[in-house]
């Protein structure tokens, strides 16, 4: 019913110094390929957005898609505690009014308060996609917007190809915005829809746009921006708009989006908040930041991108001897913020070119306070640089090397004992299994345990985790998230050195190892058991149960 959605006041959105951020990922983010959402994913996405503070989450095109008719249904019974869920359409059809329109019925059904509705901007696609004329394209947006005003909804009105519209025909793209607030708009997004325009570009059309608008208009007219990733600049596009009077930004978590994707908010909130003094979100919630784009990731099922700025696992990460020295003493050395601010932290990473100041450094990031002068450090270093001339790689492995490093100075527990291991694979016609078998001893008690897999790995890792769950409970929760194959030595064929990385995850933390040998099962076995041992060395260990059964 209308009486449920009855437009908010003005003063509920005071616009001091606001920058409003608009996140489209369950929408445009969607059509990122690869990434497909279910229903349940999609509102466990809104309401991670919606604890990390966003104003507008963009739900979906109710009527277009069943699922997103679902999606704004299943919000009306639980709704979102901060943030505005809004729904997506266009223009009414050609030739027809908005009162009649189908689609449009779908959208009120929504309930949402506030309604994005795109519309054309450029003349080529009014001429050549939606085969009518440019008079008509003007009254399909002018129909749609009073029609959703009258019937007590807010218009944000998307301006798509708004920046190639303008550059063939600047009258009549600015056209299209003029009838666009005349009817009700409150925000007008200028849209970048094929991610060809350059910042300077932006700078000037925004500049142009809100000229030609004027100061004088009886409406307080606001504009935003919607920036694809197809030339690479996305992210300062939207910086420069934000720089000439842009108040909303639209974008997705991590970017994602059709083709190179959209502008990261990821990468655009930090900055807007941290270093040009807009208030986007609170503090506490920035701290959020790192999670929430981390467990998106982790919801639509995608690995993160670990060089991401701000929130990438690399992206306060120090490698070279002299960075880890400098940035031990003052990380505004070699750190452009406080990576807390936006809940990452910094990381140490350890490979052939460390020094001892990266061996002190990262033991201190285990809570290993060592001494410089301690034998044990020297022996860690030699051994490194060691294991990495044989092919090891540690900076992507950094489970495996606090391993090493806690064996090096006696604090490695002796959790198990493999005694060994086979594997047997058996292919009949299309069908391909492996059955591996595992005998190890956990506290002086011996156990020989097998388990089949679609694969040697997949065996190999079930008949491990068969035989230490009884021991070992925690190990239930583990799961395999990525598993890369590196040939070494490429010239001796089959016969060359395999290096393998295992990634394992708790549904909390993730941890990576690594194993390298001339078998690839020999490598695969090291990183696994290896990445089973981290699991249950990252734990709380007084929470582990020991729970020896009876053999």
Not at 16 to 28: A, G, K, S, V
Not at 58 to 78: C, S, T, Y
Request: net charge negative.
């Amino acid at each position: 019913m209308v009486s449920d959605i009855l437009p908010i006041s003005r003063s509920q959105f005071p616009m001091t110094n606001r920058l409003w951020i608009y996140d489209t990922t369950l929408r445009d983010g969607a059509q990122c390929e690869g990434l497909s959402l279910s229903l349940e994913d999609k509102l466990r996405i809104a309401r991670q957005l919606d604890s990390l503070g966003i104003p507008f989450i963009e739900g979906g095109w109710p009527g277009a898609n069943p699922k997103d008719v679902q999606f704004f249904w299943r919000l009306k019974e639980q709704p979102l505690t901060q943030a505005e869920v809004v729904a997506f359409c266009s223009t009414r059809r050609p030739g027809t009014t908005a009162a009649n329109d189908e689609m449009l019925q779908a959208i009120l059904s929504a309930g949402t308060r506030w309604v994005t509705l795109f519309g054309k901007s450029w003349d080529l696609h009014v001429i050549e996609s939606l085969k009518t004329t440019l008079e008509e394209n003007l009254a399909m947006i002018r129909d749609t917007i009073e029609y959703l005003r009258s019937q007590g909804r807010r218009v944000i009105y998307d301006a798509e190809h708004w920046f190639d519209g303008y550059k063939h025909n600047p009258d009549y793209a600015i056209k299209t915005l003029e009838v666009a607030a005349d009817a009700g708009a409150e925000w007008l997004v200028l849209c970048d829809t094929n991610g060809g325009t350059l910042p300077h570009e932006v700078t000037q059309v925004v500049c142009d746009v809100l000229k030609a608008l004027g100061t004088n208009r009886e409406k307080s007219i606001q504009l935003g921006i919607h920036t694809h990733n197809d030339s690479g600049v996305a992210v300062a596009n939207a910086l420069a708009a934000v720089r000439e009077g842009v108040t909303m930004v639209q974008g997705t978590i991590n970017g994602y989006g059709e083709r190179c994707g959209n502008a990261n908010l990821c990468s655009l909130i930090p900055n807007f908040q941290l270093k040009l003094g807009h208030n986007c979100i609170e503090d506490e919630q920035l701290v959020r930041l790192t999670q929430v784009s981390r467990s998106i990731s982790e919801i639509v099922n995608l690995a993160p991108d670990d060089h991401a700025p701000f929130v990438g696992l690399s992206a306060f990460a120090h490698k070279g001897g002299i960075h880890v020295s400098a940035v031990e003493k003052n990380p505004l050395t070699y750190e452009h913020l406080e990576p807390e601010k936006i809940g990452n932290r910094r990381r140490i990473v350890i490979s052939d070119q460390a020094g001892l100041s990266n061996v002190l450094a990262k033991a201190r990031t285990f809570g290993m306070d060592l001494d410089r002068k301690n034998p044990a450090c020297r022996q860690i270093l030699e051994k490194l640089k060691d294991l990495e001339s044989q092919g090891y790689q540690f900076e992507g492995a950094e489970a495996s090397f606090e391993l090493l490093m806690r064996e090096a100075l006696e604090q490695r527990p002796p959790w198990f004992e493999i005694k060994g291991f086979q594997v047997h694979c058996d292919k009949v016609g299309e069908d391909c299994t492996a059955l591996a078998t595992v005998k190890l001893s956990v506290n002086g008690t011996n156990i020989l345990e097998a388990a089949e897999g679609n694969g040697p790995v997949s065996a190999l890792d079930a008949a491990l985790r068969k035989a230490l769950v009884n021991f070992y409970p925690a190990i239930a929760h583990f799961y395999l998230t990525d598993y890369k194959v590196r040939i070494l030595d490429s010239g001796s064929g089959t016969s060359a050195k395999t290096r393998v990385l295992v990634e394992f995850s708790n549904g909390q933390d993730r941890w990576t190892t690594v194993g390298v040998s001339g078998n690839i099962l020999d490598a695969s076995y090291q990183a696994v058991v290896e990445g089973l041992e981290y699991g249950l060395v990252l734990g709380d260990r007084e929470a582990i149960v020991l729970t020896v059964s009876s053999y």
